[in-house]
């Protein structure tokens, strides 16, 4: 039996079986044809020193991976603080956005005598339409003269043919029609219920008539 064999087994860890057991128990080291025995103590110290050196890298890489889990929880942590950091700023800057389109639409209805600001708002969003191309707002402005002239303050006088009655009743009945249409939808935005009010508070007393008669 090789003692080498015995000594790497005893180095890699391996059992030894009941005969290299017995063998070994049997080495004599003072043999000239054998290792000496301080040599194989010296191959066992090695062998016990490696396994400690292996259990030491184990524990270390224990710590390098609690070190590093929580230095993952900190930037998770850190990540959050940015992103709710980020969310406010945009909240922030989409407000001063809504609040500036919002009086941008207000000195265009002021410009062309359009009487809701807020409905116009709402058409105008509805449209998409871009308030910095001047063409495009001037012909917007036509259609919605032709689509919904009641919402448009005449200058007009009255003249022969015409008079306060007429442009009442025609304002009243442009306002009814517009009440149907707002009635007749499923749900309304919180424009339409604004301008629902305002048409219903507008229509709550009936025109004059002209017929009846003044009181002596």
Not at 28 to 54: H, M, N, Q
Not at 78 to 87: A, F, N, Y
Not at 116 to 122: D, G
Not at 194 to 210: C, M, V, Y
Request: charge should be negative.
């Amino acid at each position: 039996m090789d003692i080498k064999e015995i000594l790497k087994k005893i180095a890699e860890g391996k059992t030894l079986t009941d005969e290299e057991k017995e063998f070994i128990g049997k080495f004599d080291p003072e043999s000239t044809d054998r290792i000496p025995k301080s040599r194989l103590d010296a191959e066992i110290a090695k062998k016990k020193e490696a396994e400690k050196v292996e259990n030491l890298e184990a524990n270390g890489l224990s710590e390098a991976d609690k070190a590093k889990k929580d230095s993952e929880k900190q930037l998770a942590k850190l990540q959050k603080q940015v992103d709710d950091l980020t969310k406010e700023r945009d909240e922030a800057r989409r407000q001063i956005t809504a609040r500036d389109f919002t009086a941008e639409v207000g000195k265009l209805a002021s410009a062309h005598k359009f009487d809701n600001p807020e409905y116009l708002e709402y058409l105008i969003t509805k449209k998409q339409l871009d308030l910095k191309d001047e063409a495009a707002v001037s012909q917007f402005f036509k259609e919605l003269e032709t689509s919904v002239p009641s919402h448009f303050q005449s200058d007009a006088h009255p003249g022969s043919g015409s008079g306060p009655g007429k442009e009442t009743s025609s304002n009243a009945a442009a306002g009814q029609q517009r009440i149907k249409e707002l009635l007749g939808k499923k749900e309304l935005s919180m424009i339409e219920v604004s301008e629902l009010i305002r048409l219903q508070n507008g229509q709550s007393q009936p025109p004059a008539d002209s017929n009846q008669p003044k009181p002596e």
